[in-house]
């Protein structure tokens, strides 16, 4: 069975490392993006498990993305974490706003977004067997 | 009573000259011509000296009114004897009085002197003969009188005596019976003029006996006290009513002998009005021992009504008279009262009536009198003439106009508006005229008083108007502050969440590397190699702790941490920070308790906060007590309404000193201390803060060595 894709967006070169480096290593596909359009263009091509998606981007950012993503049919129901270093609230519910499944503040432990990303498949999975099943 | 020796008559009569025809007839017709008894009974016995014989005489009658046998005349017999002679009718066994019930002479002569006393005689001699002036049995009863006589021996009398005595007895018998029959007649008579007289009195008359009864009454005291069974009931029930107050009144009035004044309410049977009487009561004698009360009532019930009536007009009267003079009063009050001068004059001008102004204008007082005054006032008084007279040249009842006066004591021109107006009497006649002036030179001064007003009103409102332009420059020039403060603001927020986000980013890149290499994805570490790769994650970690704490302080000072307020059940709370911390709880070796007061009701306050303050205090009481124990206790004051959770540790505790600072940023009692156990040494510092803004406060009670309690306070609501 093929290992989950998950596409990792950031503009900051560690910030992508980091995340890449580490899934990889437990075990998942990973492919990166480092700015929204190109978020855009692996997503629509590759069509990832789950989105890491990293909000402050230049061009299209990662809010705007992410409502893109989710008003396309072929994108709707993949997963989108968003990953921000801003702390104040308002940041959070504008990506919750922006259709962003879950938020994850930065900085995080490597182990803590491997388990959220983890928990959104669990999700997916429980949502698609749902589907299956109708 | 003395006795009398009865001696019976014997015949033969006694001897005496015997009258003849003639004489006898001469007796009758003399009789006849006397009306009165006394000269009939002296011609009777004159009569008897001349023809039978007799020395003296006396006739005695029966006086029944008196209930005596009185002397009536005598002949040889003194007058005052004749009046003395009396006996009592009463005394039956008196021997003359017995010879009065027959018919028969009787001879009287005295055995013994003692046997006639103590009667005497008048006739002076112990021996005389009683003679009835009847011949006619009486049966019993008492004849007419009797005739003593002497000179007739004691043989038997005379047939001339006894027929002389009859003679004068029906005589007498029969002047008394027509003297009766006048009388009655008379007193018939004088009794209806009586009845009449007091009848004619209109005031109710009436005589009572002792005991109250009427025995007259004259026909108004009729009217109102008697009413026989014919008249109506209402009538009898009212004569009924007016005897009993009648007869209440007379019993106090028989009590004295004087006459006595009293009212009294009486009925008037057939009106049915109340009448009230006054009463005059003369007690007068009516028979011998018995004493009766002339009553008069005079009714005065007119009388009281109309001085009733007086008395009123008199006080209507009076109190119209106070009226006008309190009218007066106030009307002089008030022209005296009026600072405007106020003069009335009669139609030819003269002044009548001033107040105290108009005196000041057109009088001199008696202490300022000189030369210029008296011509002021004089210039005043032609002037005021002058306008007056207009008034009377035309037809309108008033007239306006402004007259110029000088002030009398100054001299100073006094101008003066003034109005008169012609007092009408009723039936059109000028009967006065009022003139009412009024003095212009404050008017004037007002005038221009107003003008210098206005001017100055004008100056401040320019004033005011560039203060208000100043003002508004002022206002713009702050509202542009105030919008550049905003901005200022709104850009520190902006700066300081960059700061946070830029800070954050490189932070990231620390924690994540070290985590990877942590973790062995870029291979095995040895054991020094991973020893400092954990210090570089502990110290990232604690720096991004700082960061967090920064981030609140700032969000709270500058007013943007958001409140959510909602229900809260804070034992639910407490079970939740507990299981957050039993982590650290399992690291140590305390004994951890935890108490809930009952009834300790929900509150509404932001619940993520109380959270936020409770788990910081919980984690310090747990960092700060190396062996010991920690207690949680959760209360409430229904008084001030307000919760309490204490958590209270048998930790270092905290010196008086730093107790002041403990809750100031960075003010931990030892910040060494502080790091080693993962403090920033704000988080005291942003409890207080979110307490306060959730309107409540934290206490300290502690003592170095001896534990320390923070308390959080909070409202049952949060403002």
Same mark, same amino acid.
């Given at each position: ?134 | ?98 010879? &009065? ?277 004089? @210039? ?56 009412? &002036? ?38 713009? &020039? ?92 804070? @034992? ?141 306070? &909070? ?5």
């Amino acid at each position: 069975m093929t290992p989950p894709l998950v596409l990792i967006v950031d503009d900051v070169d560690h910030g992508r490392e980091i995340c890449a480096e580490y899934l990889e290593f437990r075990g998942f596909r990973v492919a990166t993006a480092v700015d929204g359009l190109e978020a855009l263009d692996k997503a629509f091509e590759l069509l990832p498990d789950v989105i890491l998606m990293d909000l402050s981007l230049p061009g299209i950012d990662g809010w705007e993305a992410t409502r893109r993503l989710k008003a396309d049919p072929r994108t709707r129901d993949i997963p989108v974490v968003a990953l921000t270093a801003h702390a104040l609230a308002s940041a959070h519910e504008r990506a919750k706003e922006a259709g962003c499944d879950s938020v994850v503040t930065k900085p995080c432990l490597p182990r803590d977004l491997e388990a959220e990303v983890r928990r959104q498949l669990a999700g997916r999975a429980r949502v698609t067997e749902g589907r299956t099943g109708t | 009573m003395g006795q009398l020796v009865e001696v019976k008559a014997q015949s033969p009569p006694v001897r005496s000259p015997e009258a003849g025809s003639t004489a006898r007839l001469e007796l009758v017709e003399a009789l006849l011509a006397e009306s009165e008894p006394r000269p009939c009974a002296v011609l009777v016995l004159r009569w008897l000296v001349r023809y039978a014989g007799i020395e003296r005489g006396l006739c005695a009658v029966v006086e029944s009114d008196n209930g005596r046998l009185a002397g009536l005349a005598g002949i040889g017999v003194s007058p005052s004897a004749v009046d003395a002679f009396s006996l009592a009718l009463g005394d039956t066994t008196h021997p003359l009085l017995v010879t &009065l019930t027959g018919a028969e002479p009787v001879a009287f002569h005295s055995s013994g002197h003692a046997l006639l006393r103590p009667f005497e005689t008048p006739l002076g001699s112990d021996s005389f003969h009683a003679v009835p002036l009847t011949r006619r049995a009486t049966g019993g009863e008492l004849g007419p009188g009797l005739l003593l006589l002497t000179g007739t021996d004691n043989g038997p009398v005379d047939a001339d005596v006894c027929w002389a005595a009859e003679l004068l007895g029906v005589r007498l018998t029969s002047l008394w019976h027509h003297r009766v029959q006048m009388d009655e007649r008379r007193h018939k008579r004088e009794r209806g003029w009586l009845f009449g007289l007091i009848n004619a009195v209109t005031d109710p008359i009436l005589l009572t006996d002792a005991d109250g009864r009427i025995l007259i009454a004259n026909a108004g005291a009729e009217l109102l006290l008697t009413a026989d069974e014919e008249k109506s009931e209402g009538r009898r029930r009212a004569v009924a009513l007016n005897n009993m107050l009648f007869s209440a009144s007379l019993f106090t009035a028989a009590e004295g002998s004087v006459p006595t004044r009293k009212e009294m309410l009486l009925v008037d049977p057939t009106e049915g009005q109340d009448l009230l009487f006054e009463v005059l009561s003369t007690p007068v004698k009516i028979r011998s021992g018995e004493t009766g009360v002339v009553s008069v009532l005079r009714d005065v019930t007119d009388l009281r009504r109309a001085s009733e009536q007086i008395e009123e007009n008199y006080r209507k009267l009076r109190a119209a008279e106070a009226e006008a003079r309190a009218e007066r009063d106030r009307l002089d009050l008030i022209l005296n009262s009026v600072l405007d001068p106020i003069l009335v004059t009669d139609p030819g001008g003269n002044i009548v009536l001033m107040n105290p102004p108009a005196e000041r204008m057109f009088t001199v007082a008696a202490g300022r009198r000189n030369a210029d005054a008296e011509r002021r006032v004089q @210039a005043n008084d032609a002037v005021f003439t002058s306008f007056v007279s207009n008034l009377y040249a035309g037809q309108s009842r008033r007239w306006r106009g402004e007259l110029s006066l000088l002030d009398p004591e100054t001299g100073a021109a006094v101008p003066m508006e003034a109005i008169s107006g012609k007092v009408m009497a009723k039936h059109g006649e000028d009967t006065a005229s009022v003139t009412i &002036l009024h003095d212009l030179t404050e008017a004037v001064e007002k005038a221009q008083l107003y003008e210098q007003i206005k001017r100055h009103s004008e100056e401040l409102r320019e004033k005011v108007r560039e203060a208000t332009a100043e003002l508004a420059e002022q206002n713009e &020039l702050l509202r542009r502050q105030a919008f550049q403060l905003e901005q200022a603001s709104a850009m520190k927020s902006q700066f300081l969440a960059n700061v946070s986000h830029e800070l954050r980013t490189p932070l990231n890149a620390i924690i994540g590397y070290t985590h990877l290499m942590l973790e062995g994805v870029s291979g095995d570490l040895t054991h020094g190699q991973r020893d400092k790769l954990n210090r570089v994650d502990s110290n990232a970690r604690h720096l991004l702790a700082i960061i967090n704490d920064l981030l609140d302080i700032t969000r709270i000072e500058s007013g943007k941490m958001p409140i959510q307020v909602e229900r809260l059940v804070l @034992a639910e709370l407490i079970d939740e920070v507990m299981t957050e911390v039993e982590p650290l709880i399992a690291g140590t070796s305390l004994a951890v308790s935890r108490s809930l007061a009952p009834l300790v009701p929900e509150i509404r306050t932001d619940r993520q906060k109380v959270k936020q303050i409770v788990l910081n205090l919980l984690s310090n009481a747990l960092k700060f007590t190396p062996h010991g124990s920690v207690s949680i206790a959760i209360d409430y004051d229904p008084g001030l309404e307000e919760i309490s959770v204490a958590v209270a540790d048998s930790g270092i505790g905290i010196s008086e000193e730093n107790q002041r600072t403990i809750f100031e940023a960075f003010g931990q009692t030892d910040g060494s201390y502080a790091k080693r156990h993962g403090g920033t040494g704000l988080g005291l510092s942003i409890c207080r803060r979110l307490a306060t803004i959730l309107s409540g406060r934290i206490t300290l009670e502690s003592r170095p060595g001896a534990g320390s309690t923070f308390t959080l306070f &909070l409202p049952r609501r949060a403002r």
